[in-house]
C-alpha cells in the first residue's frame, strides 16, 4: 500500500468531520430559528424570520446528507452500525427534519393552518435539535458491538448524558439563530435576538462545562486521554479558548456585530468539536470500531476522494455566492417570490 | 397469523417500500417541473413574451411546493439504508456509497445552491445569472436522477466488482460498476417518465381551466406545449420500455417470467394479456393469450424462447401476483398515454384543441397517471428483483439490520402517519394552487407583495387584505 492510500481514512475522516460541523454551524442557526418562532412576538417578526432563512436552508441541510452519504460512502460499517444503533433518536428527527421542511413552503399557502405550520415549524425544530443531541450523546457512550453488527437494544441511546447533549444543542443553536437574526433583522426582532443572545449563551457555557466534566468520565479511555499528557494540555487550554469566544460572542451581540457573534458562535463549535474529536479519535464508533475498520477499500476512498477534491471547493463557492445574493438585513417585503 | 406476527424483515422492508414509494414521486415530478421552468426561461428570453413569464411564475410556484417535499422525503432517504439494512451497507457500501457520495457533491448541493436564487433572487441577480441559476437547479435534478438509477440498477444488475475476505462488494471498475448493464435503459425510462408525467399534470391543469372556462392565453400556450409533449414523449417511452424489457430478459430473467405470468419456459410463448397468477398451483388462471406475442416481443422471434418462473428455485422467485399486476397497469398507462397524444395532436392539427370537450375531460382524469405508472413500474422492478438487494448476490434476509421489532413497527406507522398528514396537506395545497391557475400568477417584478405571502396573495380571497396590511 502506498504512503498516500495509507492516509486515505485520516483525510476522510477530516471530510466527514467537517462536513458535520459545516451542517452543525449552518443549519444550526435555522434549527435555532425555528426553536426561537414562538417567542419571537409579532406575525409580522416570525415572517421575517423565516424569510431570512428560506433561500439557504435548504442547502444548510444538504450537509446533513453529505454527512450520511460521506459515511456510506468510505466508512460503510460504521454507517450501519451508527444508524442501527441510534434508530429510535435518528427517525424521530427525520421525521421533525420532515415537519420544519413543508412548513417553509406551507406556512405561506394557508391562512387557516397557518398556526398549525408554525407550530410545526417550531415543534420539528426543537425535537430535530434534541434528536441531535441525543444522537451525539448516544454515540459517545459507545453502541454495543459484537463483529459486524449492532447487538444492543433500541433505547441503549437513553441516560442523563444524552439528555445534556440534547439541552446542550437546543442552547447552542439558539446562540446561532441569535447572532444570525442580529445580522439579518433590525428593530424590535433585534433587540429581542441580542436578549435571546446572551442567555443562550451562558447557557451554552454552562452546558458544555458540564459535559466536559461529564464525558471523562463516561469511559476509562476518555478520561486517560484527558488527563494524560498530551490530552492533559487540551483539558487545559480549552477552557481558556471558549472564554475567549464566549467573550467575543457576547461584546459583539450586545453592539450591532452579529457576524462576529455568529463566528465567535463557530468557534465554540469548533472547540466542541475539536474536544469530541480528542475524546474518539481514531475510533469512528466509539470504543468499539477505529475508522481504519471500517473503512472502505482505498480503491473506493480514492474515488470519491477525486470528487470530493473537485467539488467541495465548486460547492462551497456557490453556496458562498447564494449566502452573498440574499445578504444584508431581510426587509419586511423582502423575499417574496 | 395476527398482524403483530409480521417478521421484523417484512416491516423493515415495507417501511423502505413505503418511504421510497412517497417519495420517487416528488423527484420525477421536479425532474419534469425543473426543465419545464428552464425551457419557459428560455424562451422568455428568446422570445421576450411575457406570456411565458406568467406561466414560469405559476409553475414555480408548483414546483417551490414539490420540490420542498422532495428534499424531506430525501433527507429521509440518504439514512433509510443504514437504519434498516446495516448489513447491506456495510456489505455493499464500498460499491454505491462512492456513487451516493457523487449524487450529493454534483446534485443535491447544485439545486439547493441555485434553488434560493431561482425561487427569491429573480431581482436580485441579472437576467443571464438567473438563466444560469434555473439551468442548474434543472441540471442537478437530472444529475440526481443519473447517479441514484446508477445505485439501483447496479443492484439490479451487477457489475465490475469483486468479493473481499469479510464478504463485501469490492468494485474492481468504476466505469463497470457506473454503466453497469442496465443502466442506460433504466435512466431513459425514468427520465422520459418524468417528462411524461408532468406534461400529464401540465395538461390536466389547463384541461380543468379550459373546462371551466378559465383558460387565458397562458393557460392556452401551456396546454398546448403539454400536449404536443404528451404527443412525442408517449411513443419513445413505449419504444424505451420495449427496450428495457429486453435487457431485463437478458439480465433478470426471472422478474420477466413474473412480468409475463409464464410459469413453464417455452417457445412460441403467448403474451398473456389478463389472467391471475396462481402461486400454489404454478400456473396462471383466467388467460387471456395473444399466441406467439410474448416470444415475439421479448426475442424478435416467433418461437424464441421465453423463461418460465417454475424453472427457478422456489426460494428464488419474486412475488409473481404484484410483478405480473403492476407491470399490466404500467403498460396500459403508457398506452393510454399514447392515445391522449395522439388524439390531442389530431384536435391540435384541426385546430380544435382549445374547444372544451370529451378530449379535456379525459386530459384531467389522467393527469395523476404519470405518477399511478411510475410506482407501478417502481412496484415492477423491486418486486421482481426479489429476493435479493445485489441481484443472483446478496438477499433482502441477509442486508436487515439488527432491530426491535417494536421500533420497526413504530417506524413504519410513524412513517404512514406522518406522510399522509404532511404530503396530503401538500397535495391540498397544490391542487388548490393549480385551480387558481396562472391568471393570479402576476410577474413579480413592480409588485410589492407581502414577504413570504406571495402564494398568500395568490389565493384570491387574501389578495386585498394581503397589500392592506403590507400598507399599513
Known amino acids: ?337 | 397469523m395476527s398482524i403483530f406476527d409480521i417478521p421484523t424483515l417484512d416491516l423493515a422492508r415495507a417501511q423502505f417500500a413505503f418511504v421510497v414509494s412517497a417519495h420517487i414521486v416528488f423527484p420525477a415530478f421536479s425532474i419534469g417541473t425543473a426543465s419545464y421552468l428552464m425551457v419557459l426561461e428560455a424562451l422568455r428570453m428568446i422570445t421576450g413574451k411575457e406570456v411565458f413569464l406568467r406561466i414560469f411564475e405559476f409553475w414555480k410556484h408548483i414546483f417551490a411546493v414539490v420540490f420542498g417535499m422532495g428534499v424531506v422525503s430525501g433527507v429521509v432517504m440518504s439514512y433509510e439504508f443504514g437504519l434498516n439494512f446495516a448489513h447491506f451497507s456495510d456489505k455493499a457500501g464500498p460499491v454505491i456509497g462512492p456513487l451516493m457520495g457523487y449524487e450529493v457533491m454534483t446534485a443535491f448541493f447544485l439545486e439547493a445552491g441555485f434553488l434560493g436564487i431561482m425561487l427569491f433572487g429573480r431581482n436580485r441577480v441579472n437576467k443571464w445569472i438567473y438563466m444560469f441559476a434555473v439551468t442548474m437547479v434543472a441540471f442537478g435534478t437530472l444529475l440526481s436522477a443519473f447517479w441514484i438509477l446508477s445505485v439501483n440498477s447496479w443492484m439490479q444488475t451487477p457489475a465490475g466488482f469483486a468479493m473481499n475476505d469479510v464478504g463485501q462488494f469490492i468494485p474492481k471498475d468504476w466505469w463497470e460498476v457506473i454503466f453497469n448493464p442496465s443502466l442506460p435503459y433504466r435512466f431513459v425510462h425514468m427520465v422520459l417518465a418524468a417528462y411524461l408525467t408532468t406534461a400529464l399534470v401540465v395538461a390536466g391543469v389547463g384541461a380543468w381551466h379550459h373546462i371551466k372556462g378559465t383558460a387565458d392565453d397562458a393557460v392556452r400556450t401551456m396546454f398546448r406545449m403539454a400536449v404536443a409533449m404528451i404527443l412525442v414523449t408517449a411513443p419513445i417511452q413505449i419504444f424505451a420500455g420495449d427496450q428495457h424489457g429486453l435487457n431485463t430478459l437478458e439480465h433478470q430473467p426471472a422478474k420477466i417470467a413474473a412480468m409475463e405470468g409464464h410459469w413453464e419456459t417455452s417457445k412460441g410463448a403467448g403474451l398473456i394479456l389478463f389472467g391471475i397468477p396462481n402461486p400454489s398451483q404454478e400456473r396462471t388462471d383466467y388467460k387471456i393469450e395473444v399466441p406467439y406475442a410474448s416470444s415475439l416481443i421479448l426475442t424478435h422471434s416467433l418461437d424464441g424462447e421465453v423463461p418460465g418462473l417454475g424453472d427457478f428455485p422456489a426460494n428464488e422467485r419474486p412475488p409473481m401476483t404484484i410483478v405480473f399486476f403492476t407491470f399490466r397497469i404500467m403498460v396500459g398507462l403508457g398506452f393510454a398515454f399514447a392515445a391522449i397524444g395522439l388524439w390531442g395532436g389530431w384536435l391540435m392539427w384541426r385546430k380544435r384543441l382549445h374547444e372544451p370537450g370529451l378530449f379535456h375531460k379525459m386530459a384531467l382524469v389522467f393527469a395523476p397517471g404519470g405518477f399511478l405508472a411510475i410506482i407501478m413500474g417502481w412496484f415492477t422492478t423491486e418486486f421482481g428483483r426479489q429476493p435479493y438487494t445485489v441481484y443472483g448476490h446478496f438477499t433482502t434476509a441477509e442486508s436487515v439490520s439488527n432491530l426491535s421489532h417494536g421500533a420497526a413497527w413504530a417506524a413504519l406507522i410513524g412513517f404512514v402517519v406522518v406522510y399522509a398528514f404532511l404530503f396530503g396537506s401538500g397535495t391540498f395545497y397544490l391542487l388548490r394552487l393549480m385551480r387558481r391557475g396562472p391568471e393570479s400568477a402576476e410577474p413579480v417584478e413592480n409588485t410589492p407583495q407581502r414577504a413570504g405571502g406571495v402564494a398568500g396573495a395568490m389565493l384570491a380571497n387574501d389578495v386585498t387584505t394581503e397589500k392592506e396590511e403590507a400598507h399599513v
Open chain 1, 1 to 337: 500500500m502506498s504512503g498516500f492510500a495509507h492516509y486515505l481514512p485520516d483525510i476522510w475522516a477530516a471530510i466527514i468531520a467537517f462536513a458535520i460541523l459545516t451542517y452543525v454551524v449552518l443549519d444550526g442557526f435555522d434549527l435555532g430559528i425555528g426553536i426561537l418562532f414562538p417567542f419571537l412576538g409579532s406575525e409580522e417578526n416570525r415572517t421575517r424570520a423565516m424569510n431570512s432563512v428560506a433561500p439557504v436552508w435548504d442547502g444548510n441541510e444538504t450537509w446533513l446528507v453529505m454527512g450520511g452519504g460521506g459515511l456510506l460512502a468510505v466508512f460503510p460499517l460504521a454507517y450501519g452500525i451508527i444508524l442501527n444503533a441510534l434508530y429510535v433518536p435518528i427517525i424521530i428527527m427525520l421525521l421533525s427534519l420532515a415537519f420544519r421542511g413543508v412548513a417553509f413552503e406551507f406556512r405561506g399557502k394557508t391562512r387557516r393552518w397557518q398556526k398549525l405550520w408554525d407550530k410545526a415549524f417550531f415543534g420539528g425544530s426543537l425535537i430535530a435539535t434534541l434528536a441531535q443531541g441525543a444522537i451525539l450523546g448516544g454515540l459517545l457512550r459507545g453502541p454495543e458491538v459484537t463483529g459486524r453488527t449492532f447487538t444492543g437494544g433500541p433505547f441503549d441511546w437513553v441516560s442523563w448524558f444524552s439528555l445534556g447533549t440534547a439541552l446542550a444543542l437546543v442552547a447552542g443553536y439558539v446562540m446561532l439563530g441569535s447572532a444570525w437574526l442580529v445580522i439579518k433583522t433590525s428593530h424590535g426582532l433585534y433587540d429581542l435576538a441580542r436578549r435571546v443572545g446572551q442567555v443562550s449563551l451562558i447557557a451554552t457555557l454552562g452546558f458544555i462545562a458540564l459535559a466536559s466534566l461529564a464525558t471523562p468520565f463516561l469511559h476509562p479511555e476518555y478520561y486517560h486521554r484527558w488527563f494524560q499528557w498530551p490530552g492533559v494540555i487540551w483539558s487545559a487550554v480549552v477552557p481558556l479558548l471558549l472564554m475567549v469566544a464566549g467573550f467575543g460572542y457576547w461584546t459583539a451581540i450586545r453592539s450591532d456585530r452579529g457576524v462576529v457573534a455568529y463566528l465567535s458562535g463557530i468557534a465554540i463549535f469548533i472547540l466542541c468539536f475539536m474536544g469530541l474529536g480528542l475524546s474518539i479519535f481514531p475510533y469512528i464508533v466509539p470504543a468499539s470500531i477505529t475508522i481504519r475498520e471500517a473503512s472502505t477499500t482505498a480503491m473506493s476512498q480514492g474515488f470519491i476522494l477525486v470528487g470530493a477534491a473537485i467539488f467541495l471547493p465548486i460547492i462551497l463557492a456557490y453556496t458562498a455566492y447564494a449566502y452573498w445574493v440574499f445578504r444584508g438585513k431581510t426587509s419586511e417585503h423582502e423575499h417574496h417570490y
